[in-house]
RNA sequence: GGACAGGUGGCCGAGUGGUUAAAGGCAGCAGACUGUAAAUCUGCCCGCGCAAGCGUACGCUAGUUCGAAUCUAGCCCUGUCCA
């Protein structure tokens, strides 16, 4: 359907809108005033990481299109664990230590939207604020009649846990009701009208849509983004060393930018729009090049994503040792690096110290297999030793090159 | 509380006394081909050691045995059914 207001143009345009509850209710509303729209994130660790970005750049949306994004920091569910897609049930953690993740998490999005008091300046809050204060007694009352276990049985996140025989416990289980209570929390006291999330939410945001229309008799509206795969059918955001961290301290923003750069071609124009202020024609214009040109959109897609995430200095640095290392054959700033002493260092040991092989017997089947390089030169010596006095280029494949520096 | 089934390497999943550091698959790493892409083919894939070898590993603990992932007992956990 065409969208009359410019928040639905937007995100469908740039496609963000897998699910919606009321297109036509939401477009209408959009088109007439602020919207205060939010997304719930897990506070498990000190950062998100790629698979989040989709959901952080759906709220950077809305407030590019006036409205107010709303972050829901589930301070109060982390304690708990949405059951979704997961076999096993997540680990606990303390108060103080999802205080911390919190807070670290909160400097992603200070770079992403803008905070404030103003009537579309993006706020956050905490669910342990309002769970936390919630009696046993009084939530059954309030929010139990309201849910069949009928329907909850039938939600995908529990069916197909029940169907894989894995167990769920009762905590979780309870987990949609809190997450139902959320949003009508949040209607009530924000006048949040909308809450966006991935495909895996829409039966969560279903409930709180429900909730909040059986216990205030308020509409309020769900939309949902594609579960966001890469080409190759993998899950984004996770590689070999784990998963691509947003925030500075986790991940080093050259690795960060080499994520971005080793897109699949089938995913560059996705990504730039996903991701990406990019114009529309610009990205139309990028992913139609064809063969090896397309690596040109991949280095506006890396450039472009690690400066809204990073900052512009990151970025800049990255792009310059992306483009020592690769295209001029030598060494940029920001690769990983190591001292290297005078008396040298045994290949086994560089390789190890710099963080290429986990173990030294890794380090030996890397260079027997020949995918150890010094200054450019395979090595398939296990014994070798690198000669200190001068800075080394050290590679493990073609695309892992670090600097082994004169201490 | 009872009966039955099950708990194996990052994941899935074989293996029922020695030749098993444990088949196979996935994921991962490297090589070839390329464009820092994909697909494909090849090699590698617990740790330490130059090596012979040593250490650690099949839910936990104790046993049987020359020898246990494999047998026994107890315990923990999960599922199914019964109460």
């Not at 139309?284 to 397309?294: D, K, M, V, Y």
């Not at 280029?393 to 600097?403: D, E, F, W, Y």
Request: aromatic share 6%.
């Amino acid at each position: 359907m065409t969208y009359t207001s410019s928040l639905l143009r937007l995100l469908d345009e740039r496609g963000y809108i897998h699910q919606l509850t009321d297109a036509e209710g939401l477009d209408k509303l959009a088109a007439g005033q602020v919207v205060p729209g939010y997304i719930g994130f897990d506070a498990t660790a000190p950062s998100l990481h790629v698979g989040s970005l989709v959901q952080i750049m759906l709220l950077r949306r809305l407030q590019q299109a006036g409205h107010k994004p709303v972050v829901l920091m589930g301070g109060g569910t982390t304690r708990i664990g949405d059951p979704t897609g997961r076999d096993e049930s997540r680990k606990m953690l303390s108060d103080e230590a999802i205080e911390a993740n919190i807070a670290s998490i909160r400097t992603i999005f200070a770079r992403l939207l803008h905070f404030g008091d103003g009537p579309t300046d993006a706020i956050m809050v905490n669910n342990h604020d309002w769970l936390g204060q919630l009696g046993y007694i009084e939530l059954l009352q309030k929010v139990g009649t309201h849910f069949t276990v009928n329907r909850m049985l039938s939600f995908d996140s529990v069916r197909l846990r029940l169907e894989r025989e894995q167990p769920m416990t009762f905590l979780e289980f309870n987990y949609m009701i809190l997450q139902g209570y959320d949003f009508r929390h949040l209607a009530r006291s924000a006048g949040v009208r909308l809450q966006m999330g991935g495909s895996d939410q829409w039966g969560n945001i279903v409930n709180g849509i429900e909730l909040t229309r059986r216990m205030d008799g308020q509409e309020v509206y769900g939309l949902t983004t594609p579960l966001l795969t890469t080409a190759d059918g993998g899950k984004m955001g996770k590689t070999a060393a784990g998963a691509v961290w947003l925030n500075d301290d986790a991940l080093p923003a050259y690795d960060f930018w080499q994520y971005w750069r080793n897109t699949d071609d089938r995913d560059v124009g996705k990504f730039l729009r996903l991701f990406t202020d990019v114009p529309l024609d610009e990205i139309a214009r990028l992913e139609a090049l064809g063969g090896s040109e397309i690596n040109a959109a991949k280095v506006v897609l890396a450039n472009e994503v690690t400066r809204l995430c990073r900052g512009e200095a990151a970025a800049a640095a990255a792009e310059a040792t992306a483009s020592a290392t690769f295209a001029g054959g030598g060494l940029g700033q920001d690769l990983p690096a190591l001292a290297l002493p005078a008396a040298g260092l045994s290949l086994v040991d560089a390789l190890v110290g710099i963080g290429f092989a986990a173990s030294r017997g890794e380090a030996k089947r890397l260079i027997a297999g020949g995918g150890a390089k010094v200054d450019g030169e395979a090595v398939t010596d296990e014994t070798a030793h690198i000669v200190g006095g001068s800075e080394v280029r050290l590679s493990a494949g073609k695309k892992k090159h670090g600097i082994l520096r004169p201490a």
